[in-house]
């Protein structure tokens, strides 16, 4: 696993839940002053963190 | 993976948690009244009646507003401002303060938005005044009348959403392609 992609990965992850956040309040869904606003993209951030984690770690082989 | 399941039990938990929270009452507090009537659209605003009501107002129009204490102010200060999510606070529109002896006030605004303000946001506006009846403060939501392709901020949006979206995707199965050739590919 590298360190430098995960990190990456969970940046990106913090971006997008962000401007997915933004997405949402233009689009009626959230209030502005909705804490989601805030608190999407740590949920990004984290969420993309574990998939990367997960996503990287090699499978074992199912036994025969 | 348990683990891994139970943190995603736990966002989606905590997600419903906190999305499910309403936003605050819109209720005018303190002995004072506050109202506005929109010229063009015949729209009227009582702030102390419209309660956790959802006002939509045009982009331009003229306002008849008014407003009162109970009795003399004397000395006092208020301010109006938009609230944003935590731990931004708030951006003030307008304060005043000075000395008077009139209980109430009146008049008439032109306003226009610019069109980057979005349409169909729902913003909460709050506003207080503290003189020598106490504080008055007062909340509304109100959202800008229109679409949310009114505003070119949507388009951004929309493309920044899609410009962070694809790579995240791309690197996501990169990862995920790499971790099954790496398990089941024989890999020394």
């Known amino acids: 696993m590298k360190v430098s992609r995960l990190i990456g990965i969970a940046a990106l992850g913090f971006l997008f839940f962000g401007f997915v956040a933004i997405d949402l309040v233009l689009f009626g869904v959230l209030a502005l002053n909705s804490v989601m606003v805030t608190v999407l993209p740590f949920i990004g951030l984290l969420l993309c963190a574990v998939l ?5 770690r090699p499978r074992t082989q199912p036994p025969a | 993976m348990r683990p891994t399941r139970w943190v995603f039990v736990g966002l989606l938990f905590g997600l419903l948690v906190i999305g499910s929270s309403g936003p605050a009452a819109a209720q005018l507090g303190g002995e004072c009244t506050a109202s506005g009537v929109w010229q063009n659209k015949d729209l009227t605003v009582d702030a102390s009646t419209i309660g956790n009501n959802l006002v939509t107002v045009p982009r331009k129009d003229t306002v008849d507003w008014q407003g009162s204490v109970g009795s003399a102010p004397g000395a006092y200060r208020g301010s109006i401002w938009l609230e944003l999510p935590p731990p931004f606070g708030k951006v003030e529109i307008d304060s005043w303060r000075g000395t008077s002896t009139n209980t109430s006030n009146s008049g008439t605004k032109d306003y226009s938005l610019p069109k980057f303000v979005p349409a169909g946001v729902e913003f909460t506006v709050s506003g207080e005044q503290v003189d020598s009846n106490g504080v008055c403060s007062g909340t509304v939501r109100l959202q800008i ?5 009114e505003s070119p901020v949507t388009y951004v949006a929309l493309a920044l959403t899609i410009a962070t979206g694809g ?4 690197m996501l199965l990169a990862m995920a392609k790499a971790a099954i050739a790496a398990g089941f590919g024989g890999a020394s």
Request: glycine fraction near 22%; charge should be negative.
């Open chain 2, 145 to 149: 009348e229109g679409g949310p392709f």
């Open chain 2, 167 to 170: 790579p995240l995707a791309v």
């Open chain 1, 52 to 56: 990367g984690i997960v996503a990287s």
